[in-house]
């Protein structure tokens, strides 16, 4: 499976734009557009109960969430972590910038689209989302070689 990987959009709106080569063999995992909360990142968090409910508010502002193969909307599914708590662990040197890392608790839900194996030739498939009323906006695009 082949796993694609969004980014938050740059001041001017833009997402990045990515190519690869897959397998026409391999399956593709899209996450269109998700959230994550963790007890190292939100220590104002204090139980799993706690971490679950901000995941779902979060995950309730999204104000859209799209996917395409090739120009065509593709169906996206709301999807949360099973099991709904799970254990991580954080590098000190971490992309949350939150200092030392450590072993924490978190949970996640999103949007996401799974597509079966794309038949022989050049595809795009973008995709993005919206959340916290347009506020923050994720996605991608990519150009994939399925050879």
Known sequence: MLFLAGKLAEEDGSLPERSCDVSTQKSILVPVINCEANLIENPELKTYKDIIKHVKSDEDTIIWAKCYLDGREIQTQRISSDPLVFEVKMVDDNIFDVGMGGTTHASADGYWAFLKPLPRGN???????????GRLHSGAVYQINVG
Do not use: A, R
């Open 123 to 133: 595809h795009t498939i973008s995709f993005e989302g919206s959340c916290e009323m």
